[in-house]
């Protein structure tokens, strides 16, 4: 039984008192640096304890094997008072080479083991995740722990016989997820491999359920390692597992004993998606324009789902655009930025991002572009730093590179695509898909349906392939997602016609895998961007 948050961490000398003295060996540290998102990349031993140790009790540690701490940073069902932790302590400890682990003991199965007097409520299990995660976003940040830190749930064992229990843990950890992604914090998951862990692998590829991004397992076999039989190698893969594989005993570095579990890391931050992140908050995100009022719309992404309970209106008055596309950051002011055709004129318009809206927008284009058609992001193809855009010419079939230039405009276009391009529709750029370092792009063959990826070189595409069967034309508003799972690849979106359901298609590098389901309701939104 996993007994970490409840038991009283015990720290004492063997000989000496340890005390803030240069005869303990412990100096204070000069001025540190600010906090970075924790754990960090690291491979290697840890250790937590109840209670945040002394900075000089973990500078007396620094002669141990060990160099990431786990620390119980908030949650009502919390062990230990913290006397030690401060934001202070958290940038002592990093600018010392310490890597934290924040470890957040909230609310417990309704049927938990252990002793833990704040339970789920598995009517409203999904209310109190949010509300929990909430509250360790407020937590995390009174410590300096910035966004993009990894925030673990302890959720201690709990029986397996108990059905409402279980699916009352899974919609919590789902919607603690999702929040904390929402504030652009990670999240990581702690619990036995029988209770709290078999769940979450049984759920992993669950529709709908917004998985944990770490996962910290408890197995007391005292095997430094993040594999084990019971775990998919590709869940939670590549780095993002811990293991706490010893639990309480006394361990003594520096003449300084705490009593301590023993753990093995092996993590590594997640990728920000690269492109198509309009809010900045890490995750790729989709815009779309309702047809009834002609609204553009945000719907952010939290890496398993679209948020449509969360979406806000940008701005509006875009029934008059017959393209809306977002071309990236073209102004350069670190916010993602729309350009959009208007049907009446033909002019071309571009349309400052802030991460909430729009800033006064710019005509960038006048009249002509009209007879272009599937106008699309190709992101800085051409590398001069600046995105960039692709679109086909109606009357000869041609494909053009309109390159982003200084002074928000863009310059000559260029052919990198000679005839036969009026056989193509829904142009997507994909990013750098196959990872060659070229921006590459997707197109449907109209005539069967068939999806093809045009991989990028110098001055034009590599020689096609398919990476799509058939059955594409049933498909509308293809578009680049970014890196939308934050996986490392770079993903593909789309809505079902006769659905209107959206669906993820993730890339690994190569092709495109099975599709996820990443909303419903979008029969009367389009485009999609």
């Not at 948050?5 to 000496?16: E, M």
């Not at 520096?254 to 809010?279: C, E, H, K, M, S």
């Not at 990198?416 to 060659?436: K, P, R």
Request: contains cysteine; hydrophobic residues 40%.
């Amino acid at each position: 039984m996993v007994v970490r948050p409840g038991r009283r961490a015990l720290l004492t000398v063997s000989s000496v008192l340890v005390l803030v003295t240069a005869s303990a060996g412990w100096a204070a540290p000069a001025a540190a640096a600010a906090p970075s998102a924790q754990p960090g990349s690291f491979t290697g031993y840890g250790f937590d304890a109840c209670t945040a140790p002394s900075s000089a009790a973990m500078q007396a540690w620094l002669s141990s094997p060990y160099r990431a701490v786990g620390v119980y940073f908030g949650g009502n069902n919390r062990g230990c008072a913290q006397p030690n932790l401060t934001a202070a302590w958290v940038a002592e400890q990093q600018a010392a080479g310490w890597h934290l682990i924040p470890l957040y003991v909230g609310p417990q199965a309704s049927c938990t083991t252990s002793n833990k007097r704040y339970r789920i409520d598995d009517t409203q299990a999904a209310a109190q995740g949010r509300a929990t995660a909430e509250d360790a976003v407020t937590q995390a940040r009174s410590l300096g722990l910035p966004a993009d830190s990894v925030l673990i749930y302890d959720m201690e064992a709990y029986r397996t016989d108990d059905a409402a229990c279980r699916e009352g843990v899974l919609s919590f950890m789902s919607a603690w997820t999702a929040r904390l992604h929402d504030n652009g914090y990670l999240s990581g998951f702690y619990s036995s491999m029988s209770s709290g862990v078999a769940d979450q692998v049984n759920a992993y590829n669950r529709a709908g359920y917004v998985r944990p991004d770490y996962l910290d397992f408890a197995r007391w076999d005292q095997v430094a390692t993040v594999t084990d039989a019971a775990l998919p190698a590709g869940y939670w893969s590549p780095r993002r597992r811990i293991k706490q594989y010893r639990g309480d005993h006394d361990e003594t570095w520096g003449g300084v004993t705490i009593n301590i579990d023993n753990d093995y890391l092996d993590v590594a931050p997640l990728p920000r998606t690269g492109f198509a992140d309009f809010d900045a908050s890490g995750w790729s995100d989709l815009l779309a324009r309702t047809t009834s009022g002609g609204a553009l719309v945000l719907y952010p992404g939290n890496g398993t789902l679209l948020d449509t309970a969360a979406a806000r209106t940008l701005s509006g008055g875009w029934s008059a655009m017959s393209a809306i596309i977002r071309i990236g950051d073209l102004n350069r002011d670190g916010r993602e930025d729309v350009v959009a055709r208007e049907s009446a004129t033909g002019d071309l318009w571009f349309y400052p991002g802030t991460g909430s809206g729009f800033g006064t927008r710019k005509r960038i284009g006048i009249g002509g572009w009209n007879g272009m058609r599937e106008l699309t992001a190709i992101g800085d193809f051409n590398r001069d730093g600046y995105p960039d855009l692709l679109a086909a010419k109606t009357s000869d079939g041609k494909l053009y590179l309109y390159p982003g230039a200084a002074g928000v405009t863009l310059g000559p276009r260029v052919v990198v695509g000679t005839g036969g391009w009026n056989t193509m529709s829904e142009l997507a750029g994909v990013g750098d898909f196959n990872a060659d370092g070229y921006q590459d792009f997707a197109a449907r063959l109209t005539s069967t349906g068939a999806l093809y990826l045009y991989p990028g070189r110098t001055g034009g595409f590599a020689a096609r392939r398919q990476i799509g069967i058939s059955g594409w034309n049933g498909m509308r508003d293809l578009v680049g997602a970014g890196d939308f799972n934050r996986d490392g690849r770079t993903d593909l979106a789309a809505v079902q016609t006769s659905t209107g359901y959206v669906f993820l298609y993730p890339g690994n590098g190569t092709t495109l895998q099975a599709r996820i389901r990443l909303a419903t309701g979008f029969t009367g939104r389009t485009p999609m961007a």
